[in-house]
């Protein structure tokens, strides 16, 4: 094995950790990721950015907006809409 690979292989596990999950948790997971075809990691942060978006969106509903903040709210929903076509 070369230097670079072992280098290579030492950083990337420097960026990984273990978290403890019930066995049922990641068999849930991991058919979520197969079926979008992702990984866990990849799975693990789609999950994370779609809650986040939920949080700001409950925070909003909440909020008093102004015509500009719908004009963005409804260029941002319809621009989601588009991708998910």
Do not use: H, N
Request: net charge neutral; charged share 30%; aromatic share 2%.
């Amino acid at each position: 094995m070369t230097e670079t690979r072992q280098m290579s292989i030492l950083f990337s596990m420097s960026e990984l950790t273990t978290i403890k999950v019930a066995i049922r948790t990641r068999d849930a997971l991991r058919f979520l990721a197969e079926r979008e075809g992702r990984t866990l990691d990849g799975q693990l942060e789609a999950l994370i950015r779609r809650e986040r978006r939920r949080i700001i969106g409950q925070q909003l509903s909440g909020a008093i907006l102004d015509a500009a903040d719908v004009a963005v709210l409804d260029a941002s929903a319809s621009d989601v809409a588009d991708a998910c076509r």
